[in-house]
């Protein structure tokens, strides 16, 4: 049987899932893969830290020239993280002539252009099946089990910690710091945790998915992203007894969708994409409020598939590893055969504008004093503005005090809800900044 | 670019669609793909019928021959459905040396093992994404994207059209022929709706799912396999009160699972396998509990990967060709670089014995006369068997007449609660046959 030689870079969690899940597994690994994937060069700054793997003598370096210019490695595992080294070891190893691996959605997210290109330069692969929702097959469905589809939507639940945090805010009343306390002392949340609560590792995620589905790039920065921190028991409590449930939800949305022309070639000039990463309302029927504690999940229509659910654990040393190794197998095959790598998941001459200004159903929670006149005053404002009011709940009665009303709008645009808050947020009835949710799934 | 010839036999409804996507699609597949997917023949009885898909002039035929015997053909889809002559067309292309594309469940069900080794001899592919769950990627997730793992359980609801029955029964409190009828209407339910309703179309699709886990044919007669018929509206409405949802599941679990080695290759001569397809309680916040109408979803545990969801349409013309044109694209790959077909998902050595003596917890419901006594005896025959009971519902108030009484039981073996309820409906004061259901995720 064949070998295909695996290096690692960077041997912390996941690395040492990887490393030993190659060497424990390696019988039945190579069963299926029909090849023996064989760790041959493993490298980190720290060689001294315990790890649940014993690695063969010899293979553990702190020089990554050991692995970037090993001729005996074919593949190059990329578990570093972060912006650099990172960047500069995936693309030698690709000047090297080396398939590449990776889980780093931030460097793709950001860079993810300069990748592609050195990749498909060097005609080498690369595999990041592990950079969106661990163990979530997401990229092999986008790229190969949904080939005939033109995607149309994709809403999805990216982030663990922001997920368990919403779940234990919503289940048992708990305070945001209070939820992410639990989550840090539970181990699955990081000490400093503002890349998950801005939302802005699901907007990596939704960047690098981004890529795939249009076949052009779009770095994370220019995705509008408004993270969880504003969100308080008090608005889940409202959200619930209107009936929905509040994720963080990164969406793509092609328009115009679904094409009035199923089945043949789009008229891609006319397209725009809008991105963005939120907190929004989703009704309890719909199977994403089901999605819990730190699962995540993406729900995507395609135009021949039409509404799918991929659902799975998003992070954690053996669920990331699975994918990484799902990798590795598929471009081992690849090697062997001689098989080219797809080419990236794109339609011919798309040109796809992206669409800032999206539409969306609103939920309202205004701090405003309890006297006559009020609510129509901001009614007024929002007529204005084109907003229609679908539904209001206003319970405490505090003459002369500040009091929570909550508004539902019918769709509006988002420039337009921006403007209307801004005035509203001057009225001096109003005590606090208004709070502004999306609803999703809905209108 | 290369091209690959496709050959379709069976032109309805999802051959239609397969056609209609190679013809209109064929830019954005051949770009998608890297070579041109070709269709250079159909074979169907009916030449007449009108199609949404003008093939080209001359490809259309009777004769099988000019798809199994034409050197253009490279790739032989079979859309004809049941055991023969579908069977002999699949022997015969892979013995001309063609590789296949099936939907076809129930012969991959029935003669799958012999299907199985007439690829491998001819060392040909066999591509049947579409055999389980229409659009779901199920088949690859497990071949490819968990390759690294042990599947220790599999729940699936996989037949469109007895979900469809069950969820309406139970939102509106219709009967299971007035759910049929409105399906049937709406033209996804077969006019003879027995394989559906029998769970047998699910045993099937449940076979080629458990032989590609274990490596092991089981065919679907040697599963365990009830149907919806014996459902009621009433015990829709008791499951609900109780915090349950009512699907058709079925099930696979390896035990002993989970392994007590994760990551070690397993002993396997120790293990045995369970399957079985029945109607189920599943607890209300299970997210398969959220799988309504007509789609399907397959929920399985991997070693690695923890619990995953895959959810989509399970039928229909473009679900279905979607997952047919992902294996012309993927074995069409394979052809062009000469690589082999990945073996079937299988374990050294593998020696499963089937486990038909499950355990579960279980749902009654009694007839049971309305007179003292009644109760204790039913409890004392459950005990006698080493059933416990875990809570119970009576409540109308008919003395002299049979009134409903559910009791929910703790885990019990079911060749137990067979033996039991034998005895139970042998009892003067039950006055019909003991309605028997098993709960899911619970316990």
């Known amino acids: 049987m064949k070998k295909i030689g695996i290096g690692l870079i960077g041997f912390g969690t996941v690395g040492a899932g990887v490393a030993r899940t190659l060497i424990e597994r390696k019988n039945l690994l190579s069963e299926r893969a029909g090849f023996i994937p064989e760790l041959v060069s493993v490298c980190d700054c720290d060689l001294k830290r315990p790890r649940p793997v014993s690695l063969p003598t010899g293979i553990l370096t702190k020089d990554v020239k050991k692995v970037l210019e090993n001729p005996q490695v074919q593949i190059v595992v990329e578990l570093v993280g972060g912006i650099e080294p990172a960047g500069s070891f995936l693309l030698k190893a690709l000047k090297n002539g080396k398939s590449v691996v990776t889980a780093n959605k931030a460097l793709l997210a950001e860079k993810g252009d300069r990748l592609f290109s050195a990749a498909e330069q060097s005609e080498c692969q690369i595999g990041f099946e592990a950079s969106v929702g661990g163990a979530i097959p997401i990229i092999k469905t986008l790229r190969e089990s949904f080939v005939a589809n033109n995607i149309t939507s994709l809403y999805g639940i990216l982030n663990g910690t922001t997920n368990f945090i919403l779940t234990r805010m919503a289940e048992e009343r708990l305070s945001l710091t209070k939820a992410l ?42 995705i509008p992203t408004e993270g969880i921190s504003g969100i308080t028991p008090e608005d889940l409590q409202y959200a619930a007894e209107l009936g929905y449930g509040v994720k963080l939800l990164s969406i793509l949305k092609i328009s115009p969708s679904p094409s009035p022309l199923p089945l043949r070639e789009r008229v891609w000039g006319e397209e725009s994409v809008s991105l963005a990463t939120y907190p929004a309302l989703i009704p309890n029927r719909h199977i994403l409020s089901s999605v819990r504690d730190v699962y995540n999940a993406i729900f ?36 062997l055969g001689g098989t080219k790598p797809s080419p990236l998941f794109t339609g011919p001459g798309r040109k796809l504008q992206l669409e800032t200004d999206f539409e969306s159903r609103y939920y309202f929670r205004f701090s405003a004093l309890d006297q006559p006149g009020v609510f129509a005053r901001i009614a007024e404002i929002l007529g ?27 769709t509006a645009k988002e420039s337009a809800v921006k403007a209307a808050i801004s005035v509203i947020d001057r009225l001096p009835v109003i005590k606090s900044k208004t709070v502004l949710l999306r609803l999703a799934f809905d209108g």
């Open 181 to 222: 306390k639990i989550a840090q002392d539970a181990g699955f949340a990081e000490r400093d945790p503002s890349l998950d609560l801005s939302g802005t590792d699901s907007s990596h995620k939704l960047s690098v998915m981004a890529t795939l589905i249009t076949g052009k790039f779009f770095p994370a920065s220019n």
């Open 300 to 335: 995507l229509t395609g135009d021949l598939v039409g509404e799918s659910l991929l659902f799975g654990k998003g992070a954690g040393m053996n669920p990331t590893a699975s994918s990484v190794i799902s990798d590795i197998i598929g471009i081992g095959k690849n090697i």
């Open 384 to 410: 204005k503005h084109n907003i229609s009011i679908a539904s209001c709940i206003q319970k405490e009665e505090k003459p002369k005090k500040a009091v929570p009303v909550v508004v539902l709008t019918h």
